[in-house]
C-alpha cells in the first residue's frame, strides 16, 4: 500500500512517562506503516525542558503558530514532589500547557468520545457535549482579605489618565470577606472569536451562559461582547445551519441535563472549572476525554485531557505490560491529521483519520477494551481487558481492513 502523502509539517510535541510509552507505541502501530508522517519535532519531556531553560515549549509555540496545528502529549507539570524524584531539574518550570495557552492566546475545548457499549449517566445524552472554558481571569486572578470591625469597602480604578472611578461595596457592621475580581474586554474576545471559530469548524451549535442578570456590567459584559463577535460569524453559522444561543447559567445547567447533546457549552472560567469534570464524570472517563486548544486565528494544537499516568509508568519500569488506554492519545492524532488533511486540501489523510477512530470504536464494540473501561460497560456487554500493546495490535487489525 502507497503511504498517504502530507504536504505541510504538523507540529509534535513528545512528553512524559507512560503517555510517552504510549505515544512512541502509537506512532509505530497505527501512523508511520500508512502515512508518510512528516512532523516538527519537539521535545517537552521534563528533561529536554530542563535543559532549554524551557525554551523547547516556547519554540514548540512559536512553531505551532507558523504551521497552524499540534499534536502535544501529556506532560509532567513539577511540583515540589517531582523536584524530588529529578534532582537534577533546576526550576520548578511552569505547566507547559500554560505556556503554549498563553503563547497561542487559546481556548480549550474538551469532548468525550463515546462508545455504544458505555452510557453517560445522563440517559438522554447522545451526542458528546463540549465545553470551552474561559481561561483567563475572575475569580482565578482576584485578591481577597478579611476584615474584622466594622467599616466601608471601596472599589477604586486609577487611570493612567489620572482619573479616578469609585463605588462603594459594602458598608457592614462586624467581621467579613471582601474579594475584588476582574477580565480583560481582550481576553474575553478572544474567547469569543475561539469559540464561533471552533463551532463552524465542527459544524455544531455553541452555547454560552453567564449571570448577567445579576453581575450586569460584568457579565454583561461578556454577553454583549460576544453578540458583537457573533455578528462576524452570523453568516457562516446560518450557511452551516448551526446557531449560537445565549442562556443564564442556571437555565443551562437545566437545559444541558435534559439535552441529546451535541453542541459547545462555552463557560466562564470558574463555571468552566466545575461544568467540565460534572460533564466529563457523567460521561465515563477521563481515558476518553479528548481536548483542543483553540486560538481566535483558528490554529489548534491537539492533545487527551488525562496526564502522564504516572502509576501505570511505575509499573511499565519495573517490567508490567500495563492496560492504559490509548485512545485519547489517538483521537488527537486523528484530530491533528484530519485538520492538517483539511487545510492542506488532502482528503486522504482526513478520510485516514476518520478509519482511524473507527477502528478504535469498532475494537471496543468487539468487547477488546483496557481495563479502565471494562468496568463501565453495560450490563451483559462481554468485555475483556487487554493490554495497551494488545490493544492497539487489534486497532490495526481493524484499520488494515478498512483501508
Ligand atoms: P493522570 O495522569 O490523568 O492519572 C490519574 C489516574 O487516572 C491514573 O492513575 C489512572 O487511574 C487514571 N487514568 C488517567 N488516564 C488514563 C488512561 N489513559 N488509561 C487508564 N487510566 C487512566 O493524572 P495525575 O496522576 O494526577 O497526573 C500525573 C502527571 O500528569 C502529573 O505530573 C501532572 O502534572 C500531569 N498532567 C498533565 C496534563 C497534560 O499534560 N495535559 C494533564 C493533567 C496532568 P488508575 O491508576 O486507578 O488506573
Ligand atoms: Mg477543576
Redesign the pocket.
Known sequence: MQKIPMKTPLVEMD?????RV?WQMIKDELILPFVDLKTEYYDLGLLSRNATKDQITVDAANATRRLGVAV????????KK?MEEYPELTEMWK???GTIRSILDGTVFRAPILMDAIHPVVKNWKEPITIARHAYGDVYKSVDFYTTEPGTATLTFVGESGEEKSVVVQKVDGPAVWQGSHNKEKSIRSFARACFQYAIDTKQDLWFSTKDTIAKIYDGEFKKVFEEEYENYRADFERLGITYFYTLIDDAVARVIRSKGGFIWACKNYDGDVMSDMVSTAFG???MMT?VLVSPDGTTEY??????????YYRYLKGEAT???????IFAWTGALRKRGQLDDIPELAAFADKLEKAVLDTMKDGIM???LVGLVDEGFEAHAVTSAEFLSAVREHLEKSL
Open positions: 512528553g512524559d512517562e507512560m503517555t504510549l502535544k502529549c501529556a506532560t509532567i507539570t513539577p511540583n517531582r505547566s507547559p500547557n472517563s477521563l481515558a481536548s492533545e487527551a485531557a488525562h496526564g502522564t499516568v504516572t502509576q501505570h492496560s492504559t488506554n490509548p485512545t485519547a492519545t483496557t481495563k479502565d
